[in-house]
Structure formats: C-alpha cells, structure tokens
C-alpha cells in the first residue's frame, strides 16, 4: 500500500551538493516521522536525520551543518539537501515514514562523492 518515491541521488565532486526528495504515498496517520538514513558498504544503516510532521528536526553528528532535512506535509515529501559532501558521505540513501502503526522505506537511492 505505502510507497516511497525516491530521486535526487548521483555522482558528485567532494565539496559539491545533492538534493534528495522522496515523496510518500499511500494511509499512514498524519502524526508521523520521516527520516533519511544510509547505508555504506560493509557498514551498517545508520540515522542521517529525521523530521517529525511538526517540524522538529535531529541530525547525525557527522551531517550537522552540512545537510538539511525539511518536509512538505501538504505533498508528503521529505527532502534532504547535501552541501559540502565528503567521500565519507558515499552510500546508499533510504527514506522513512513511520507512524506507530506502520513503518516503510524507500528503495534507496545512491549518492556517490568521489574526484
């Protein structure tokens, strides 16, 4: 029922910027979460930075002041945008609704920082 439709992730410059949007569609309660995580090889999942449908934000100590998280309830978007990425940041990003009844994800989407 629930889909997550994901885009923004590619091939960057260290130093350049991404925009990743993932817009979900399907019933979930309106009290929810949406978040971003990735996924490194041989590494595992961690947390990036999620948003909660009044707007409350948490980062990563590792994306802190580099990325930014933001939502659009109205279309049910979530968006990440990457400024000053690292090689450090190469994974594969996932998003995330999640509402005490239901979580689902994305299919993920590759971000690759690399010369």
């Known amino acids: 029922q629930m889909q997550l439709v994901e885009s923004g992730g590619g091939l960057v410059q260290p130093g350049g910027s991404l925009r990743l949007s993932c817009a979900a569609s399907?019933?979930?309660?309106?009290?929810?979460?949406m978040g971003w995580y990735r996924q490194a090889p041989g590494k595992q999942r961690e947390l990036v930075a999620t948003?909660?449908?009044?707007?409350?934000?948490n980062y990563a100590d590792s994306v802190k002041g580099r990325f930014t998280i933001s939502r659009d309830n109205a279309k049910n978007t979530v968006y990440l945008q990457m400024n000053s990425l690292k090689p450090e940041d190469t994974a594969v990003y996932y998003c995330?609704?999640?509402?005490?009844?239901?979580?689902?994800w994305g299919q993920g989407t590759q971000v690759t920082v690399s010369s």
């Open positions: 948003i909660i449908s009044g707007g409350r934000k």
């Open positions: 399907g019933s979930f309660f309106s009290i929810n979460t």
């Open positions: 995330n609704i999640a509402d005490g009844y239901m979580s689902s």
